[in-house]
């Protein structure tokens, strides 16, 4: 069974720090580019960061840029989304998934709210 299972999130003060973690199981997790996406009330989910599978090139939304940082660890099968100087708009549901071709996996999401 394909699970990936989103954890770390929480309630933070402005300028606080958070980390995601996605650990995933039922797959080859190497095979996968592993992104976050995040969804705010009455807003549309939007990407935050990627890793490839390859190189472990990243993507960064431009409203994360210098804020977050990701990070695979192939041996755990787990993706981690540090989030540092967070702002009341980063608060939404942040979930994980995975790609490779047509198969897409998404995790079920860990609230993330930051408080001004």
């Known amino acids: 069974e394909v699970q990936l299972v989103e954890s770390g999130g929480g309630l933070v003060q402005a300028g606080g720090s958070l980390r995601l973690s996605c650990a995933a199981s039922g797959f080859t997790f190497d095979d996968y580019a592993i992104g976050w996406f995040r969804q705010a009330p009455g807003k549309e989910r939007e990407a935050v960061s990627c890793v490839s599978s390859s190189d472990g090139s990243t993507y960064y939304a431009d409203s994360v840029k210098g804020r977050f940082t990701i990070s695979r660890d192939n041996a755990k099968n787990t993706v981690y989304l540090q989030m540092n100087s967070l702002k009341p708009e980063d608060t939404a549901v942040y979930y994980c998934?995975?790609?490779?071709?047509?198969?897409?996996?998404w995790g079920q999401g860990t609230q993330v709210t930051v408080s001004s």
């Open positions: 998934n995975a790609v490779r071709g047509f198969n897409l996996y």
